[in-house]
């Protein structure tokens, strides 16, 4: 027997037909490919499978659902009818020929505006995601009615089914436990989700501009120094340099001519070799490039998914000059053994701090442990100006050095005297007081996005097929962008299905770095070399909205959209499919 799926009827059902039918959408190809289920709603050509799949239930002697009736034909007959009325609600989840679960909405028959609700899952699909899909899915049938809370009804024995209506927010209520002997009655906890093109829709990231930082720009705009110099700058080098840990801090225009600064300050000549994480954002590299140096690739840490001191030992060759290291995504790399390394092999080492001012390592903050740290302040970073960046570093020989090659190479204390080719890599004094907004708030700044990332972590740590970077005790983060690895086989879809799911629910994403080692500039000719973390990092991450005013509701609706997609696909393996 084939099924056939129901035409749409409401934006929710369009919206879920669209989801596993529409033959022009990537999620068919998956649900066809590895005959994962689907939902139908139960017609009179189901009939005889369904009372068969009820039957075997009643065989079963399993009770993890309700129904007012018993499962012999003439009453399966009857609930088809119901359906076909088209009052109540019966849905079942398939596969192929088989009825994996069974869900029912009703009580519109009779009049009721909460209509009850009900599940069955076959035995042997248990604890697959299957009964959470089928809750979800009826929620959505439900709220496309206009219902507003839904009742169910659950054999106070079954502690299995209890744990799963709880799980997904149904509230024991215990007043309308009267004569149903041996029933509850649970109130729905739920908001009933709205169509989808009504959400709000969630950015991945949101400057916060909310204290001073208006008022000092409007200073500095009224002061009329709104250029290269000004107090706002003085004042952001040196509370930045304070709140790095760092001897100097200059501002620059923008995180890659920070990099850019740092290695012409290092000296990177043509032929030079600098070596490199592959999974970053491109710009760590292009700075070689500008150099006229070579970037040499390395694979990443496992767990701090940054550069390795075996990493960089094991690339080191007569040209190596020195190797920048990526805190990637706020995580600080292990910095001791990468520095005893660098002393060894007389290299220098830069930190590309863009994604992680502020985070510590072993109580030092990033940025002030190799020979020179560097910013971005990108209107995605933790601290931004729009655009903007800065350089960290300790040595006072390097000072006068810096800044001459920050404003065209000129002597500062010879005006339109230029001793060396120099760069416009200055930053404003406009730009500067926004980050003195942002940095007089960088505790509250973190702290909130501390708690967004504990919130990622709870709500996603245990859904079957995502992974997330593990935590360790020698370093603080600093809380960019949130990233969780998808696995395919387990989730059920990849992570561009996923990214296209969540896009369909007005939330926006992005896919972890390309690594750079596969990208054109930097592809060598033949077969690419093999980083088996930076290319599983590539193909699986992807980062979620993070930024201070998200709320706890709008983590909780990603979150749930995530789960939803993958239970939605009943996670099976890839090689079972
Ligand atoms: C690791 C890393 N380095 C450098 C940069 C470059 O910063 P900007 O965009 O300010 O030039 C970024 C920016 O996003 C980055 O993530």
């Known amino acids: 027997m084939r099924f056939h799926p129901e035409p749409a009827t409401s934006p929710s059902t369009i919206w879920h037909n669209a989801k596993y039918y529409h033959p022009s959408h990537p999620m068919l190809h998956i649900a066809n490919r590895s005959d994962r289920f689907r939902f139908v709603r139960l017609s009179v050509e189901h009939q005889s499978t369904f009372a068969r799949f009820l039957a075997a239930l009643d065989a079963n002697g399993d009770a993890e659902f309700f129904h007012p009736h018993g499962f012999d034909e003439d009453s399966s007959l009857e609930i088809v009818n119901r359906s076909l009325r088209g009052v109540d609600e019966y849905w079942l989840a398939v596969a192929g020929e088989d009825i994996l679960a069974y869900g029912m909405l009703r009580g519109w028959d009779e009049g009721y505006d909460v209509p009850s609700l009900g599940l069955a899952v076959a035995p042997d699909h248990r604890g697959r995601g299957l009964a959470r899909a089928m809750i979800l899915h009826l929620h959505d049938r439900a709220a496309s009615r206009g219902a507003i809370r839904i009742r169910l009804k659950v054999d106070r024995r079954n502690l299995s089914a209890l744990r799963i209506y709880e799980a997904q927010g149904y509230r024991l209520d215990d007043h309308s436990a009267t004569e149903l002997i041996g029933f509850f009655e649970l109130a729905a906890g739920h908001h009933m989700s709205t169509p989808d093109h009504e959400l709000p829709f969630i950015p991945v990231a949101s400057p916060d501009l909310s204290g001073n930082e208006e008022r000092y720009v409007v200073e500095a705009v009224r002061s009329s120094w709104i250029s290269s110099s000004g107090a706002f700058l003085d004042r952001f080098e040196a509370e930045f340099a304070a709140a790095s840990d760092s001897r100097y801090a200059l501002g620059v225009s923008n995180g890659t001519t920070a990099l850019h600064l740092v290695l012409v300050g290092m000296n990177v000549q043509p032929g030079d070799e600098v070596i490199v994480p592959s999974m970053t954002y491109i710009a760590t590299a292009n700075a070689i490039r500008y150099c006229g140096g070579t970037p040499v690739f390395v694979d990443v840490d496992p767990n701090t998914w940054c550069i390795t001191a075996a990493a960089i030992e094991a690339a080191i060759t007569p040209r190596t000059r020195g190797a920048i290291v990526v805190h990637l995504l706020g995580q600080p790399a292990d910095m001791d053994p990468i520095m005893k390394v660098a002393s060894t092999h007389g290299l220098w080492i830069v930190e590309d701090a863009a994604e992680a001012p502020l985070a510590t390592y072993k109580g030092r903050t990033v940025g002030s442990i190799g020979h020179a740290g560097t910013f971005s302040f990108y209107g995605n970073k933790l601290l931004t100006s729009g655009e903007g960046g800065a350089i960290t570093f300790q040595d006072p020989h390097m000072e006068r050095r810096y800044r001459m090659l920050r404003g065209q190479g000129m002597d500062p204390d010879r005006r339109y005297y230029f001793p060396i080719i120099g760069f416009n890599y200055r930053m404003t004094n406009v730009a500067a007081a926004i980050l003195c907004g942002q940095i007089e708030r960088r505790t509250a700044i973190l702290e909130r996005r501390r708690r967004i990332w504990g919130r990622y972590v709870k709500n996603l740590s245990r859904v ?74 590539g193909t699986s991450g992807i980062m979620l909205p993070t930024y201070t005013t998200l709320t706890d509701h709008d983590i909780d609706r990603i979150c749930n959209a995530i789960t939803r997609t993958g239970a939605g696909q009943l996670g099976r393996s890839c090689g079972a499919a």
Not at 476 to 488: A, G, I, Q
Not at 509 to 520: A, D, G, K, Q, Y
Not at 524 to 533: D, E, I
């Open 464 to 537: 079957p097929g995502i992974t997330l970077r593990t935590e360790n005790d020698w370093s603080k983060t600093s809380p960019w962008l949130f990233v969780c690895l998808v696995d395919e086989c387990t989730f059920g879809v990849g992570r561009d299905q996923l990214a296209i799911s969540l896009h369909e629910q007005r939330i926006e994403t992005r896919p972890m770095f390309v690594p750079l080692h596969s990208l054109p500039p930097y592809r060598q000719a033949g077969p690419l070399p093999h980083l088996p973390v930076t290319d599983a990092l």
